[in-house]
């Protein structure tokens, strides 16, 4: 098997959506407010940072990158009074897991798709090095669930902040700031400007202050703001190098490993996304039109 970056890209619309229930289902909600956390974002920054602990404000912008560093300061230190990161974390993984009962992941005809996933990322996510990984390495240090489906959750959260700390890696070799990847990505077509601003938290000047910075650099077009070819093929950089450095974490699995992966996630995939809790529109740009295919 040819292993190009694109098979990592492929990995990830798999397993990013087992994950990304923890952002959407209404039982993660429902317990990060009943722990006290005051609003969304919140219990989004207190939920997903909690595997660093009670570390400062700049240091969650710094890891998570894109975000407003406003927004993560309202959240952070003060979700800490209320409830310590051992309470965060706790509730993440039950309600996660509770969603994915919800769908039917748990149900009898996906058990053996549900082990062989959860044994395989795990045996990524186990072996590959947390060096230059801060978000992996954090979420590396906690116990692993017993069950299969809380394996399955966990696996896929390690494997998705591996290759989060990759991509960001990326943006900052290619001078592309958290606050201007936002907007390129919009630019690109990737995702609609208008909810991107709404979700990163953007005023109009700042959203045209990174506009200038992108046209400055030749990398949107000043005049109807869309990506130029510049832009494009810089885009297209980061997203090959984000892959590229992300399929390492497969290393550990051979082919007949891989192959076997792909044909049992897939079909979990489906069913999450059937959940209908994934809206279609992420800030992640998930590709759903290709979950027809089980061979990698």
Avoid at 102 to 117: C, F, I, K, L, Q
Avoid at 181 to 209: C, F, M
Avoid at 263 to 271: C, K, Q
């Amino acid at each position: 098997m040819e292993r190009t970056p694109s098979l990592a890209r492929r990995l990830f619309d798999r397993f990013e959506p087992v994950h990304g229930v923890v952002y959407f289902a209404p039982e993660v909600r429902a317990a990060l407010d009943g722990l006290g956390y005051r609003g969304y974002w919140m219990g989004y920054f207190a939920a997903r940072s909690a595997p660093l602990g009670e570390v400062p404000a700049e240091v969650v912008t710094a890891l998570f990158y894109n975000f407003s560093p406003a927004r993560v300061a309202k959240a952070l230190p003060t979700a800490w009074e209320i409830a310590p990161p051992a309470e965060a974390l706790r509730v993440r993984c039950q309600t996660a897991v509770a969603a994915l009962h919800r769908y039917g992941v748990a149900d009898s005809r996906h058990d053996e798709d549900v082990s062989t996933t959860a044994d395989l990322l795990a045996k990524a996510a186990t072996t590959t090095p947390v060096a230059g990984r801060p978000l992996f390495a954090a979420n590396s240090a906690l116990p692993w669930p017993s069950t299969p489906v809380e394996k399955l959750w966990h696996a896929a959260t390690l494997l998705r902040e591996h290759r989060g700390d990759g991509h960001i890696a990326a943006l900052v070799a290619a001078g592309v700031s958290g606050r201007e990847s936002n907007v390129l990505h919009a630019a690109a077509g990737a995702v609609d400007p208008e909810y991107i601003k709404r979700t990163r938290d953007y005023d109009d000047d700042e959203w045209q202050q990174c506009c200038a910075g992108l046209a400055r650099r030749g990398l949107i077009d000043a005049a109807d703001l869309t990506v130029t070819a510049q832009g494009r093929d810089l885009k297209q950089q980061i997203e090959a190098v984000t892959n590229t450095v992300a399929l390492s974490a497969f290393d550990a699995l051979d082919d007949s490993e891989i192959e076997a992966l792909f044909a049992a996630l897939t079909p979990i995939t489906r069913t999450v996304i059937a959940g209908g809790d994934l809206p279609e529109m992420t800030p992640m740009g998930l590709r759903r039109d290709e979950l027809h295919d089980d061979q990698p």
